[in-house]
């Protein structure tokens, strides 16, 4: 649904949702309800600005009645937010197509508490265009190559790609060694390598994590091999694997590792959730995704685009 008011500062307009019907008079009164954490004069105040619009970019003032629109769109107060200290680096950009190698603990996408602190914003600003938008994702965690829509006319062709799993990735990733690792009969959990690993990945409202349906069809899987193992920089031992999805569920590399008892070094979500902490620097998830290829949608011509970064536990 396209919104009615403009990127600004990098950053696009929230849509709220609005019932059509409910305990609430008017949809500034459902909206204070909805935000109950925050100032209800404020938002009055915000409804009188006309900082508050419906589909037609029209404001909705405060004694608009409820069921009038079904949507309203407004520009999120931006939070002071602390820089991450790392850059995305462009690996291409022409008129259709912004690629870039994406840091650790950078979000892809505004979201939480990182809205100016994305590697959408910052594109957004850095090449001065608001038309910008992710054709896929990568976790906040996860390093690597990520592709962006420079123009909406053509966006759909590349999305189209991923949806139609037209385009091949390849990621690494590096794990403690399991205990009982044998290099003459490489094996992970009871599966010898390489390995074409399933299962059924779901994602529930309000969880954080996704978790594993054994009773239900597959629905998702990857590829697996080792290509190396030895002692990391940080003097552990550790088993360093090639990655090749081939559906793209939630946390799917990282759920697949932890469940073959190969959980990925830095994982503070798989096998277990660890407590919030603040983060590490110095300790990334050592999951990285090292290239797509795919044959251009406009033009035919055969496409590759490759990370410049590796892994900092991966074997010496």
């Not at 906040?140 to 799993?165: H, I, L, N, W």
Request: glycine residues 8%.
């Amino acid at each position: 649904m396209p919104s009615p008011l403009p990127v600004r500062d990098g950053v696009g307009p929230t849509r709220l949702q609005v019932p059509t019907s409910g305990p609430w008079e008017t949809i500034a009164e459902y909206t204070v309800t909805r935000f109950g954490h925050l100032d209800p004069d404020e938002l009055y105040r915000r409804f009188d600005a006309g900082a508050i619009v419906g589909r037609d970019g029209h404001p909705i003032g405060r004694h608009t009645a409820l069921g009038v629109h079904p949507f309203v769109w407004y520009y999120r107060d931006l939070p002071a937010e602390e820089p991450i200290p790392f850059h995305e680096e462009i690996l291409h950009t022409d008129d259709n197509l912004v690629v870039i190698d994406k840091p650790h603990f950078l979000p892809t996408t505004p979201g939480g508490r990182y809205l100016r602190e994305s590697a959408l914003v910052r594109l957004r600003l850095r090449l001065d265009n608001p038309n910008l938008t992710p054709i896929h994702r990568l976790d906040r965690a996860t390093a690597g190559v990520v592709m962006f829509s420079a123009r909406p006319d053509t966006r759909g062709a590349y999305q189209s790609m991923f949806e139609k799993r037209q385009v091949t990735k390849v990621y690494e990733a590096v794990s403690t060694q399991p205990t009982w690792w044998d290099a003459d009969a490489p094996a992970l959990g009871e599966h010898t390598l390489p390995v074409l690993y399933r299962n059924h990945i779901a994602v529930h409202r309000g969880e954080l994590r996704a978790v594993v349906d054994d009773v239900r069809e597959p629905n998702a899987e990857t590829l697996i091999d080792v290509c190396g193992t030895g002692m990391s920089n940080s003097g552990r031992a550790v088993l360093h694997t090639i990655l090749r999805p081939r559906t793209g569920r939630m946390h799917q590399l990282r759920v697949h590792l932890a469940a073959l008892g190969a959980g990925i070094l830095g994982d503070r979500w798989y096998p277990e959730l660890l407590p919030e902490a603040p983060d590490d620097y110095s300790q990334p998830l050592q999951l990285l995704a090292r290239e797509v290829e795919f044959t251009d949608p406009l033009t035919g011509a055969p496409r590759r685009f490759v990370t410049r970064r590796t892994l900092s536990e991966a074997p010496r």
